[in-house]
């Protein structure tokens, strides 16, 4: 039997289970499994994920942040053999990206826009033509934009307060290249730069992984990831403004954002979001 690394984590932790599965020189002498943990999820510790399913773990690379331990993540814990290596990771995610995110009522019948717009929900039912509407939505948006290098602060003191909890630490990391290269689609969705940081870290740290292998893993993740786009199933666009102040250097204005089997400009999502448009390939 292979000895196993489990990736426990959200929706980032998924994707760095497949990418992981995919590196050709660990695929012989590894097995790579995953346990998705979200709010309010129960896991099936009996059947699916029950003793089977936990007794060739050696590894678990572990995200976690400052939260308190709920039961899911305590009983992972509690049946994982005693001689497991854990190396523990942050979830990354910002807010200074997209100041507006807050409550849109709309959520509570459809998680059609799950990535919030405050100021494009108070427009909702708006009768004005699509010139009109972007228009007011870019006045309103401009008037209320907030201090963003305070939100830049808060959003690194919780970073920092994360990496408190984890060997690895990336709030450093975050704050040094967010600017320079494109790390994040929506609050919580990574493209593929920072998902070859963490799993190449992580890779690193591994005592199961001997060296050698070890650095053919990252040459050949290295190649995998050259063209990879990440998470990018939802790209919410970046505010003009807030790219100006923050000096994004990979913004374009004329840039057009994949939105599931759309691509669209930042007029185009914030028209659909306001009128809560269906779109091909998303959810009713």
């Known amino acids: 039997m292979k000895p196993a690394i489990l990736?426990?984590?959200?929706?980032?932790?998924e994707t760095l289970t497949t990418i992981a599965r995919a590196i050709p020189s660990l695929q012989s002498g590894l097995t790579f499994k995953n346990i998705a943990w979200y709010v309010n999820e129960t896991i099936d510790w009996t059947g699916a994920r029950g003793a089977d399913?936990?007794?060739?773990?050696?590894?678990?690379?572990?995200?976690v942040d400052t939260g308190p331990v709920d039961e899911n993540r305590a009983e992972m814990r509690r049946r994982l053999p005693g001689d497991c290596q854990i190396i523990r990771f942050p979830p990354l995610w910002i807010t200074t990206l997209w100041p507006f995110i807050g409550n849109d009522p709309r959520l509570a019948e459809s998680k059609r826009?799950?990535?919030?717009?405050t100021i494009a929900a108070q427009l909702a039912g708006t009768d004005l033509s699509?010139?009109?509407?972007?228009?007011?939505?870019?006045?309103?948006?401009?008037?209320?934009?907030?201090?963003?290098?305070?939100?830049l602060r808060l959003?690194?003191?919780?970073?920092?307060?994360?990496?408190?909890?984890?060997?690895?630490?990336?709030?450093?990391?975050?704050?040094?290249?967010?600017?320079?290269?494109?790390l994040f689609y929506t609050v919580a969705h990574i493209s593929a730069v920072p998902l070859y940081h963490i799993l190449r870290s992580l890779i690193d740290g591994t005592e199961i992984i001997k060296p050698a292998d070890r650095l053919k893993a990252r040459l050949e993740l290295d190649v995998m990831l050259r063209h990879h786009g990440g998470d990018n199933y939802e790209m919410v666009p970046v505010h003009p403004?807030?790219?100006?102040?923050?000096?994004?250097?990979y913004f374009d204005p004329n840039e057009r954002h994949r939105y599931y089997g759309h691509r669209w400009t930042h007029k185009e999502y914030i028209l659909n979001y306001i009128r809560w448009a269906p779109y091909i390939g998303g959810r009713a």
């Open 53 to 63: 399913f936990m007794s060739d773990i050696r590894v678990v690379w572990e995200q």
């Open 113 to 117: 826009y799950f990535w919030t717009d």
């Open 7 to 13: 990736l426990y984590g959200n929706c980032q932790a």
């Open 155 to 182: 959003d690194l003191a919780r970073w920092r307060a994360n990496d408190e909890a984890a060997n690895l630490k990336l709030a450093d990391y975050v704050l040094e290249w967010f600017r320079k290269t494109r």
């Open 130 to 151: 699509d010139d009109e509407l972007y228009a007011e939505y870019m006045r309103i948006s401009t008037e209320r934009m907030p201090n963003l290098d305070r939100r």
């Open 241 to 249: 403004l807030v790219a100006e102040r923050l000096g994004l250097d």
